[in-house]
């Protein structure tokens, strides 16, 4: 099959249905890139609210687009701290902060620097070694120990383990781990990338256009050396007009880096794990896209592309010297290629250029192997699982993810604040959002609509938790503010209303608000989502998928229930039997905690499950006996089947409740037994078992 005439283009255009089946199309690829600068939105102004002075990027694969499900690409994570003034131009000194001049000179690796720090009243060289962060050179210069960077990304991320420049936070089983780089950002392009703006290849590419805007990015450095200044050296990165390359490349070229990724991964990391990385591999298609006319890049001549590509990597290999493209002097592969690996990667990457596609067969990433052999052999067959739905639902979650995890993080702030304090704080999030808003443009307008709904529903509960407390009612300005929030999901805004009106004694007005929630819950489609705790999450619904596929952001209002999360200046917005959980940890067990149990001060809990038990408690004040079973059994079957609850403890703790109103005190045991099953330590059953133990013994 392939012998026939034209069949390097025949593979070519097979190869290119086979990526675009896995995800790897416009449309996806678009997909990709708006969920991660969306979050990279989110994150900025969450550090904003709180008065922070920091830009957060998303880097590599996942925001370029340039990843499947099957190569399962990390998160790299870059946090720039804009408290520093790096400048290369005596002109860019500012008063009132920490300033460094950066110095490229002979002294230094190409494509790093030093950092000599200059007086805060002047623009003049700084005489005073200010701490042990620095030190005076031979030269009289002071400078700046890159090792500062740890402390820094110590305080940034929590639970880093430090590789080189970059922190890689592991995660649990079923998460993918984090690679975060701190760096310190430079507003002016670097001096060493200012020749590669007026070079051009025949390729055109990049544009002038795209070059003066990636100036315009500036550069960063990061705190890692590689000579004998190592303790002083500063890398200069340029990742974010990397990014902006990334995003002017078009579909092949993008096929073509992720056919070198899955190469890479099949055939050379588990022989020779540090030696090629994928970033050696855009480098390539950089060098490759500048040097080519842009005619070669099409569909139907992918399999050429990639051989190009290959041939270009061979050459770096042979060399040991592999460019970077925008510091053409910083070579990426100095110190990576042994001699005695070096002659049997060479072998099978020749190999695989001279298989003519062959080679490609026995790629098990994505099954593309599989899915090329049938494609080349004409035979119909389809997949089970459409990926497009799969990695659409999964970057829509990743988008509530991130919701959550900033709400979990500015709340925690204020965990213990005062009615006072709290409404302060919040209020203080909302006009900042508002101005934020108001100043800028598309996803961060966007980000800042996503955040503020989710504030206004808090301070709304806030405030009728207050209200509750001085004279049992709820305020017309409680309502307000909860009723901007309403539609951040499907069911936990409104459940915080529900709860609202239970504890004022209107069971009518619950019931109404419930059977809302009910009525636009739907099981094939909603999804809990909860950033509390870390667990191995279950695949989607299919239906949940299928509504990602053909939307963004907006869908998480019609396809996604938050856990329902209270603060103690919430306390009489809770009913009491869900109170127990605000006071969930024993003596013994604070020491204990770590540094995903944030929520530990809050009562939490999945929204479906605390759908029914309100509906539980209406109902048997409304004296709707056979409603009441049936939401009863609503509860019981969500805790066994449901996969995806956060907080099934609280759950079943709540059920147990149920079960003692019902009369069923063994039962009740029996939930509280299993809820100390599903988490050990931290846990109200403990409580709930002592207390039933109690009534028993005494023989009520």
Known sequence: MFQQPGYMENVSLRLSEVLADTGVDERIVQKRRRTWLLRESMLTISIQLRDGNASEYFLGSQSEGTTTLGLDSDFDRLICINDINVIQDWAD?????????????????????????????????????????????????????NKIMSAIGDDVIEGGVRHGPAYAQQGQPGFKDIDTVVSLPCKSWALQARQWLDQQGVGQWPSDHTKRYCSSTGCSVVGVGRSENEEFEWRISTSLAERCLMFNLNITQIRCYVLMKMILKTYIKPHFEDTISSFMCKTVLFHCIANTHSYVWRENNLLVCLSLCLFVLCNCILNENCPHFIIPGNNLMRGHISHESKPYMLEILQYIINSKGRALLEIECDDLGTRLQLKMSNLLFEFDIKESDIISGQLLELTAWFIDEIMLNCLTLITNSSYKEAIQTLLKYIFKVVIISNQCQRLDKTACSLLASHFCTTLGSILASLNIQQYNAISAEALTWISLGLNTDVASSKLKLASMFYCVGDAQRTEIVLRDIEGNYDLNIVEPICRCYEFIHQPSRKGFNAIC????????????????????????????????????????????????????????????????????????????????????????????????????????????????????????????????????????????????????????
């Open 93 to 145: 000194w500012e008063p009132g902060k920490p300033n460094y001049l950066m110095i490229q000179d002979e002294t230094v690796s190409s494509g790093y620097c030093l950092l000599q720090r200059l007086r805060d009243d002047a623009p003049l060289p700084a005489n005073n070694v200010h701490n042990k962060n620095h030190l005076r050179d031979r030269t009289g210069r002071i400078l700046l120990k």
């Open 549 to 700: 596929d053909n939307h963004n952001e907006e869908a998480i209002q019609h396809t996604t229930a938050f856990c329902v999360k209270f603060l103690p200046c919430e306390i009489n917005c809770v009913p009491h039997e869900l109170r127990h959980e605000m006071f969930r940890s024993t003596q013994e067990n604070l020491p204990l905690r770590g540094r995903h149990d944030k929520p530990m001060n809050f009562v939490v809990v999945d929204s479906l499950p605390y759908l029914y038990f309100l509906q539980y408690k209406a109902y048997s004040n409304l004296g709707r006996q056979e409603d009441k079973q049936r939401t009863l059994s609503n509860l019981v079957r969500t805790i066994d089947q449901e996969p995806n609850l956060a907080h099934r403890e609280t759950a079943l703790n709540l059920l147990g409740q149920c079960m003692e109103q019902e009369d069923r005190a063994r039962d009740a045991l029996h939930c509280y037994l299993l809820s100390l099953n599903q988490r050990e330590r931290n846990n109200a059953a403990t409580f709930h078992i002592y207390r039933l133990l109690s009534i028993l013994g005494n023989g009520h």
